[in-house]
């Protein structure tokens, strides 16, 4: 799950294609998975790597 983070956060691929990438079954399941995780959803994560770029 961690090379996840960095596939998502510096690709541009949408979260279902990241999913998909990664073997995930669905995008819910993916994001149930990265939240236990991280303590967060992919969007949310995604959200503050790009707040965080503007800094």
């Known amino acids: 799950m961690r ?3 960095g596939l998502k ?3 541009g691929y949408k979260i279902n ?3 998909d990438l990664c073997g995930f079954a ?3 399941n ?3 998975n990265f939240q236990q ?3 967060m959803p992919p969007a ?3 959200a ?3 707040s965080d770029k503007g800094k």
């Open 26 to 28: 669905s995008q819910t």
């Open 3 to 5: 090379s996840v983070k």
């Open 48 to 50: 503050q790597k790009q």
């Open 37 to 39: 995780q991280f303590g």
């Open 44 to 46: 949310v994560y995604v």
């Open 30 to 32: 993916f994001g149930r």
């Open 9 to 11: 956060s510096g690709t």
């Open 17 to 19: 294609e990241v999913a």
